[in-house]
């Protein structure tokens, strides 16, 4: 049953994912729940707009892990990636760069791989570890659960798509669409700033 329940979800995020270049931000029906462009404005400081992610989950190399991780540093970048999404592969050697550029106190970055989810083959984990080491995307990596798309990706129409997380676990900005090193340092430094 757990299995089948991956496997629709897979399903769900693959098919809204198809056109990524294509997809259309909905407007929300809580504006207090979803990103605002505004998050950043000079002078203000960052409300976040949602309860606290909660999710377990298993990295790459089979380690189990939970929202726990938040607890570690001031600021959790939360990159959701495919296999088949060249943005998203384009963009993982400077997001491979920043996870090292940060004390871990202060950063730290996590990948979703949103279409190899937990229980997939070897065939689908060895290319996803293949994609990972040629990218040089040297940070955790986790592989789609149930509590991780219940929690955070459900409505995820886009890859890539990136949750900055406060240290509870609240999300305080959301980016859809890849970028260059330079752009994603200066908006974690600026969120670092506000924190």
Same mark, same amino acid.
């Given at each position: 049953?757990? @299995?089948?329940?991956?496997?629709?979800?897979?399903?769900?995020?693959?098919?809204?994912?198809?056109?990524?270049?294509?997809?259309?931000?909905?407007?929300?029906?809580?504006?207090?729940?979803?990103?605002?462009?505004?998050?950043?404005?000079?002078?203000?400081?960052?409300?976040?707009?949602?309860?606290? %992610?909660?999710?377990?989950?298993?990295?790459?190399?089979?380690?189990?892990?939970?929202?726990?991780?938040?607890?570690?540093?001031?600021?959790?970048?939360?990159?959701?990636?495919?296999?088949?999404?060249?943005?998203?592969?384009?963009?993982?050697?400077?997001?491979?760069?920043?996870?090292?550029?940060?004390?871990?106190?202060?950063?730290?970055?996590?990948?979703?791989?949103?279409? %190899?989810?937990?229980?997939?083959?070897?065939?689908?984990?060895?290319?996803?570890?293949?994609?990972?080491?040629?990218?040089?995307?040297?940070?955790? @990596?986790?592989?789609?659960?149930?509590?991780?798309?219940?929690?955070?990706?459900?409505?995820?129409?886009?890859?890539?798509?990136?949750?900055?997380?406060?240290?509870?676990?609240?999300?305080?900005?959301?980016?859809?669409?890849?970028?260059?090193?330079?752009?994603?340092?200066?908006?974690?430094?600026?969120?670092?700033?506000?924190?």
């Amino acid at each position: 049953m757990k @299995h089948k329940s991956i496997s629709l979800i897979l399903t769900c995020i693959l098919l809204s994912a198809a056109f990524p270049g294509c997809a259309k931000k909905q407007e929300p029906e809580n504006p207090s729940e979803t990103a605002s462009s505004s998050s950043s404005e000079e002078g203000s400081k960052l409300q976040p707009f949602s309860p606290p %992610v909660s999710f377990e989950a298993v990295t790459l190399e089979g380690d189990s892990i939970t929202s726990d991780i938040f607890s570690e540093s001031r600021l959790t970048m939360i990159n959701v990636w495919a296999t088949y999404c060249n943005p998203c592969l384009n963009e993982m050697p400077g997001l491979g760069e920043l996870a090292s550029d940060y004390a871990p106190e202060d950063f730290c970055l996590i990948g979703i791989i949103s279409d %190899v989810p937990e229980g997939s083959g070897q065939q689908e984990l060895d290319q996803a570890k293949e994609l990972v080491e040629a990218t040089g995307a040297d940070y955790t @990596h986790l592989l789609l659960s149930e509590s991780l798309y219940n929690s955070l990706l459900a409505d995820v129409s886009a890859v890539p798509t990136t949750f900055f997380a406060d240290k509870d676990g609240k999300i305080l900005d959301i980016v859809i669409g890849a970028m260059e090193k330079d752009a994603w340092k200066e908006k974690i430094d600026a969120l670092l700033e506000e924190l």
